[in-house]
């Protein structure tokens, strides 16, 4: 039906910076919120950033002046430039579409911060 496929992720060191994608396919009609989650060991799965069909963001307070997320309508992809990693935002990184009021997640991709 429909596929989220992300990218971007693996090992960088604390101050760098790293760009997640994620595109979708599949039985596409209408795509309305896109956004990521992080989920690190032993810790539940919490949002980083929501960008709305109308462009509007919302961050959580750990990312915000650091993370940017993005979406290209036109390819139906959603990112999220990371810049100035620290260690705990090490983690698998989740993309989630919302289509038809149907939530779709992404596989997952895993961030490394070294220090």
């Known amino acids: 039906q429909v596929q989220l496929v992300e990218s971007g992720g693996g090992l960088v060191q604390a101050g760098g910076s790293l760009r997640l994608s994620c595109a979708a396919s599949?039985?596409?009609?209408?795509?309305?919120?896109m956004g990521w989650y992080r989920q690190a060991p032993g810790k539940p799965r919490d949002l980083v950033a929501v960008?709305?069909?109308?462009?509007?963001?919302n961050y959580a307070d750990p990312v915000k002046g650091r993370f940017t997320i993005s979406r290209d309508n036109a390819k139906n992809t959603v990112y999220l430039q990371m810049n100035s990693l620290k260690s705990e935002d090490a983690a698998v990184y989740y993309c989630?579409?919302?289509?038809?009021?149907?939530?779709?997640w992404g596989q997952g991709t895993q961030v490394t911060v070294s220090s």
């Open positions: 989630n579409v919302v289509i038809l009021f149907e939530d779709y």
């Open positions: 960008i709305t069909s109308d462009g509007s963001t």
């Open positions: 599949g039985s596409i009609f209408s795509i309305g919120s």
